[in-house]
């Protein structure tokens, strides 16, 4: 059962565009959800995180979006560029269970100049 | 910022050997490490959660005995392979945890592992 829903799974999105990967999730006891890019042969690298307390995060060129009645999140990649062409994962974790991450299923993001 | 090694970053093995993967905390204690795996454009997959001194807690359907873990100091988590077969080569990762109650966990690079 997979307990974080990602989509889309790859996207293609023009230089300077902006990139959107959303995630949805069903168990109301998680509070912490970051975003993770991943290259190549790489382990994943943590892009932002927010916890259910807020509404939106931004960080730079990155923003999540958090709607929390909907049990939905989403990641805005602003003015994308090339070398943000990744694999973008969102996970979700709750308190009390050793913090373990459930992952969504990954989005391959293509920016093409 | 926090960083997690690996060693080693690939290995290629023959069919019932053994192979041991190192994961460290460089700057930093981690009371908690995880182990995931990785499929070719798949997800991570989180196979056991190991705490320092403990014994590893692992996940459902993954073998206990085949993928032995070591916690054996807040820096350094071990993952044993043992007896490898084609069917566990895949792509290991380790993160870590500062501390109980800190949701964050820093990945390590990953290592690559094929069993001929």
């Known amino acids: 059962q997979q307990q974080v829903k990602q989509s889309p799974q790859s996207l293609i999105v023009q230089k300077g565009g902006i990139s959107i990967i959303n995630c949805a999730y069903e168990n109301t006891a998680f509070d912490y959800f970051p975003w993770y890019q991943q290259f190549p042969g790489k382990g994943p690298a943590l892009l932002i995180a927010i916890r259910p307390d807020v509404s939106e995060k931004k960080e730079g060129r990155f923003t999540i979006s958090f709607n929390k009645s909907a049990k939905q999140f989403s990641l805005h990649i602003m003015d994308s560029q090339p070398g943000d062409s990744a694999t973008y994962f969102c996970?979700?974790?709750?308190?009390?269970?050793?913090?373990?991450?459930?992952f969504g299923t990954g989005t391959s993001l293509t920016v093409i100049p | 910022g926090a960083v997690v090694s690996q060693h080693p970053s690939w290995v290629i093995c023959k069919s019932g050997t053994s192979v041991k993967i190192e994961c460290r905390s460089l700057d930093f204690q981690a009371t908690t490490m995880f182990w995931y795996r990785q499929f070719p454009k798949q997800s991570l997959m989180l196979m056991a959660t190991?705490?320092?001194?403990?014994?590893?807690?692992?996940e459902q359907g993954v073998e206990k005995d085949k993928f032995l873990i070591n916690h054996a100091s807040l820096t350094l988590s071990t993952l044993t392979v043992t007896s490898a077969h084609p069917e566990d080569s895949s792509f290991y990762i380790c993160?870590?945890?500062?501390?109980?109650?800190?949701?964050?966990?820093?990945f390590g690079p990953g290592t690559r592992l094929t069993v001929l």
């Open positions: 190991s705490n320092e001194g403990s014994k590893a807690t692992y």
């Open positions: 996970a979700a974790s709750r308190p009390n269970t050793g913090n373990q991450f459930y």
């Open positions: 993160s870590a945890r500062e501390r109980e109650g800190l949701n964050e966990q820093f």
